[in-house]
């Protein structure tokens, strides 16, 4: 086990001898922003090179300074690390240069989450599956990242086998340009303009919800209800679980919200539960209450609350969960990845369990 001053010994020593370099491709984006704010406050030693699309390559960050690179420039460098905060058309595009040229790509597209040889991580989850021989790590969708750590410390204790979810998006999570759009459909609605025909959501977003979230697909489903139900298959290594889902988009800024009903195989109380995510450390529980999005925006933790059993049911349980989904849902969980490579990397060891 690795304790913290044996960790912070390491991070020491590898700041004298080797300070990692990191590369941030779709730095200028909603996530990618937040994790150069991470890695601001991390005690790491790195150097940080950040890209992004011609539009802003030349223009200064406005959290560092520091000038963004065109992608051009990615393969005149070699890299420790390098995070993904891009499209899934482009992150298949550069996956033979990024394989060239970094050691480990932490990906936060959805590009190849469910490739078999791609482990697909929640480090408080599942970060027994990372290893420093797999060069390609995907960190989750964020409604299924939020899903999955309240869900999985209940799993491990009474066998999950059935989740019906309803989950509240906010605008953010379709990026920059989607948070942009609610903002102007609001300011034009409070100066009495007219509104421009919605270019990123289906339907206007603001004072309005959008029983839509991505692209509807076979048999009527959405890509982010599909996601929910693949990458919580995966994660939970449960390839049978029956996951019914509505995804809706909601005109908040930030955080994803989910109001969840699990069924599991064991009877539990609502003692016990919170005693199975007591386990979790990035779990904050009300018993007695419940966290908005609004409260959950810039905290790293997945808020849980309006925690009940319903119809004398011992078998179910209900409640809301509710976390900043570019943090947590993203960034969050991509530098903890990083962090738990490099815990690895110090054991110089496979796995931890
Ligand atoms: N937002 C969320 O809540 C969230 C949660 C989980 C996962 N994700 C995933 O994270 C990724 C990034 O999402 P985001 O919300 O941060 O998106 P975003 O705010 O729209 O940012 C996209 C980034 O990609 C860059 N980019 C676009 N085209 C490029 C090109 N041709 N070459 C280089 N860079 C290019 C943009 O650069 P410019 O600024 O120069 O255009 C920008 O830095 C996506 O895969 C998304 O699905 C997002």
Aim: proline content about 6%; some cysteine.
């Amino acid at each position: 086990v690795l304790n913290t001053s044996s960790l912070f010994c390491f991070i020491l020593m590898q700041s004298i001898t080797h300070p990692l370099k990191i590369a941030i491709i779709g730095a200028s984006g909603l996530a990618g922003q937040e994790l150069i704010r991470l890695f601001q406050v991390s005690p790491f030693a790195y150097s940080l090179s950040l890209f992004a699309s011609g539009r802003s390559a030349g223009k200064a960050c406005p959290l560092s300074g520091q000038l963004y690179e065109p992608l051009d420039h990615f393969g005149q460098g070699e890299y420790d690390y390098t995070f993904l905060a891009i499209e899934d058309a482009l992150a298949i595009a550069l996956q033979p240069i990024l394989l060239e040229k970094s050691r480990y790509v932490v990906d936060k597209s959805a590009a190849f989450r469910l490739h078999p040889d791609v482990p697909l991580v929640i480090p408080e989850v599942n970060g027994g599956v990372l290893s420093l021989g797999a060069p390609w790590v995907s960190s989750p969708n964020c409604t299924t990242t939020i899903a999955c750590m309240a869900l999985a410390p209940l799993h491990r204790a009474f066998g999950l086998k059935r989740v019906v979810a309803a989950s509240y998006q906010s605008a953010s999570g379709a990026g920059v340009r989607g948070l942009k759009e609610l903002e102007a459909q609001v300011h034009c609605w409070s100066q009495g303009l007219e509104t421009h025909s919605p270019e990123v959501f289906p339907q206007p977003l603001a004072f309005n919800v959008i029983p839509q979230v991505g692209a509807i697909g076979p048999g009527g489903i959405s890509s982010e209800e599909s996601k929910l139900l693949l990458e919580m298959r995966k994660i939970l290594e449960l390839k049978d679980l029956e996951v019914y889902s509505t995804c809706v988009r909601v005109p908040t800024l930030r955080a994803h919200g989910i109001a969840i009903t699990a069924f599991f195989e064991k009877p539990l109380s609502i003692p016990a539960a919170a005693e199975a995510w007591g386990a979790n450390p990035g779990l904050a529980v009300q018993l007695d209450g419940y966290a908005t999005p609004l409260q959950a925006s810039g905290s790293t933790l997945c808020h849980v609350g309006r925690v009940r059993q319903e119809n004398d049911n011992a078998h179910t349980l209900s409640f809301f969960v509710v976390a900043d989904q570019i943090l947590k849902g993203a960034s969050y969980n991509a530098y903890q990845i990083f962090e738990h490579l490099e815990r690895l990397k110090k054991l110089n060891c496979e796995a931890i369990i």
